[in-house]
């Protein structure tokens, strides 16, 4: 059974930073890539971050770019993303999500971040 956990949100002053974490269980980490999400109330959920299984290549989002920083530790079965310099624009439920073979998304429970003074 696949499980992921996040954890590492929480309020924040503009301008601020935040650590996310995501657990991953029930897949072999290293060969899945693995994306952060992220949804506003009354918004879309959006793709922030991403990086791959074999490489570790990344992508972001340009409204993230220079900001946040996707990483992952394949010995520990964990994703991260850094989040500096914070915005209130950045308010949102973050989520955790990989994808198999056959296209079965997987998503965590998410965390929420909310930016404000």
């Known amino acids: 059974q696949v499980r992921l956990v996040e954890s590492g949100g929480g309020l924040v002053q503009p301008g601020g930073s935040l650590r996310l974490s995501c657990a991953a269980s029930g897949i072999t980490f290293r060969n899945y890539p693995m994306r952060w999400y992220r949804q506003a109330p009354g918004k879309e959920r959006e793709l922030v971050a991403s990086?791959?299984?074999?490489?570790?290549?990344?992508n972001y989002a340009d409204s993230v770019k220079g900001r946040f920083t996707i990483s992952r530790d394949n010995a520990k079965n964990t994703l991260y993303l850094q989040m500096n310099s914070l915005k209130p624009e950045d308010t949102a439920v973050y989520y955790c999500n990989t994808r198999n073979v056959l296209n079965n998304d997987y998503w965590g429970q998410g965390t929420q971040v909310t930016v404000s003074s």
């Open positions: 990086i791959t299984s074999a490489f570790g290549g990344t």
